[in-house]
Nanobody
Framework: QVQLVESGGGLVQAGGSLRLSCAAS????????MGWFRQAPGKAREFVAA?????????YYANSVKGRFTISRDNAKNTVYLQMNSLKPEDTAVYYC????????????????WGQGTQVTVSS
């Protein structure tokens, strides 16, 4: 069964850190790549980061989070992480994990599987 379960969200002050986790079923984890997206109230879903499963484990980031967020994976645990540092109020959103993109990593429409989301709230 395909399953993605996010955790690690919460309330943090500006400048703080959080680490999100996305636990995937083995079948989902075997897909070519996984990504993180977010959606703030009243706004469209946007790309945050992605990582592929090539030997280089290439990573991709939105400009808004580059240098502050880091995506990584733990193959033994079938888990992808999003380490978020120097958080800003504008990072407040529901964060979603996604897997198995069939095209551009930057487009949510390309991903076949999604988690239920985890809320991240950054207070000023």
């Amino acid at each position: 069964q395909v399953q993605l379960v996010e955790s690690g969200g919460g309330l943090v002050q500006a400048g703080g850190s959080l680490r999100l986790s996305c636990a995937a079923s083995a079948r989902t984890f075997s897909s070519n790549a996984m990504g993180w997206f977010r959606q703030a109230p009243g706004k469209a879903r946007e790309f945050v980061a992605a990582i592929n499963w090539s030997s280089t484990g290439s990573t991709y980031y939105a400009n808004s989070v580059k240098g502050r967020f880091t995506i990584s994976r733990d193959n033994a645990k079938n888990t992808v992480y999003l380490q978020m540092n120097s958080l800003k109020p504008e990072d407040t959103a529901v964060y979603y994990c996604a897997a198995d993109p069939q095209g551009s990593y930057y487009s949510g429409h390309m991903y076949n599987y999604w988690g239920q989301g985890t809320q991240v709230t950054v207070s000023s």
